[in-house]
């Protein structure tokens, strides 16, 4: 059987195991198993939270070998299906060169083709000049829980850690992400004063302040977003303090605010701004701003970053191909290891296609492309003597 079935049998398996945000471990124990038993790789199934694993795979450097190692893998987990799916969604279809699925694009059809390059340099008995460690990290489309705990636990050994490089196969071959915007979630509290509805000027009304508040945020930053100066801002929920249907104006309002920051940006000076701008256009009234969970550090690997660079010369001198070097606008995992462990970290793999929709589909071309790809890179950067 060809490689390429063997991979679409694999994402047949990973599609139909539901492994949405919080609800890894069936996937993860099936990837541990795998890694294991046709890998050969030393593993770890580990518990994150609830029903949240981790899975890790490692060979072992070579005798000799340099002091390097390969990252490969992703994240776990999937967002929610709706009802809107016109199939099954934990069931892999094909429709000409759409393999459609819930996770098929975003990311199971990238494991499952790194998978692949793996079990067939094993095959082969490529012998390598690096470790090799295959991550599965659960909650990437939550709260990257998977990931901090992978940072924590790393953090933790204490041991000196080879010079690292990590391809990430998420959904992005056209282009590949060499970076992204970090965000940060606020939640922003107003607090008014009493008054009767009847006299609302004689109280101050925490949503009318929150209101032009917001007004002249967008009116600030928003401008400054479409200049392309900064990163976007999102009201995301507004909720006041009212109880139901009375005479009393309300003197809390609550919103959450999310923020995506360039690589040049800074939470704090963000959260002073807001500050600034509450005093100039509300000036009554008191505002208070506190950080949230989730949080994303902003980060941008150097072009001429070897690994990037050798990855990039060889796709356009073997496979005629320039795919573009991105700067993502949302984040990933990526963003958390390569601020808190300095592993240079880059987004490719397969492409996917309405990710995150009823539609979403793994496009079979670039699945065997990527592939081909891949263990080509692999042979040329990795090779042992």
Request: proline share 5%; glycine share 8%; net charge negative.
């Amino acid at each position: 059987m060809s490689r390429i079935n063997d991979c679409l049998d694999l994402l047949r398996q990973l599609v139909s195991i539901p492994s949405e945000s919080q609800n890894e471990e069936a996937h993860a124990r099936f990837l541990e198993t795998y890694l294991r038993d046709e890998l050969g790789m030393e593993t770890q199934l580990i518990h994150v939270e609830g029903k949240s694993y981790n899975v890790r795979g490692r060979w072992p450097l070579e005798p000799g070998s340099a002091r390097r190692k390969l990252m490969l893998g992703g994240h776990l987990d999937t967002v929610g299906p709706t009802d809107l799916w016109k199939t099954d969604p934990y069931r892999l279809v094909q429709q000409g060169d759409r393999l459609h699925g819930l996770g098929a694009g975003d990311m199971k059809g990238g494991l499952a083709a790194q998978l692949m390059v793996l079990k067939s340099l094993k095959e082969q008995g490529f012998l390598w000049d690096a470790e090799v460690e295959f991550v599965g990290l659960a909650d990437e489309e939550r709260h990257s829980v998977g990931a901090n705990d992978y940072v924590r636990r790393i953090l933790e050994e204490k041991q000196p850690r080879p010079e690292t490089f990590f391809i990430m196969a998420e959904p992005h071959f056209d282009n590949i992400v060499v970076g992204a915007t970090g965000k940060v979630l606020l939640k922003l509290e107003v607090t008014g004063a009493p008054g009767h509805a009847a006299t609302p000027e004689k109280g101050i009304n925490a949503v009318d302040c929150m209101a032009a508040l917001l007004q002249a945020v967008n009116q600030t930053w928003g401008s400054r977003y479409r200049e392309g100066t900064v990163g976007s801002h999102c009201c995301l929920m507004i909720h006041s303090d009212y109880p139901g249907y009375s005479l009393n104006i309300p003197q809390r309002c609550t919103c959450l605010m999310n923020k995506q920051l360039m690589a040049e940006e800074r939470a704090e000076n963000f959260l002073e701004d807001l500050k600034r701008i509450y005093k100039e256009t509300v000036g009554q009234g008191t505002l208070n701003i506190t950080r949230q969970i989730p949080s994303y550090p902003s980060y941008q690997l150097p072009k001429n970053q070897p690994d990037l660079a050798a990855l990039c010369t060889l796709l356009k001198q073997r496979f005629q191909r320039v795919p573009e070097l991105k700067v993502n606008q949302s984040v990933s995992d990526g963003n958390i290891l390569y601020q808190n462990l300095g592993i240079p970290t880059i987004l490719y793999g397969p492409q996917g296609v309405d990710f995150h929709t009823e539609r979403e589909y793994l496009s079979l071309n670039s699945l065997e492309q990527y592939m081909e790809e891949l263990e080509a890179y692999i042979k040329t950067r990795y090779a042992g003597v």
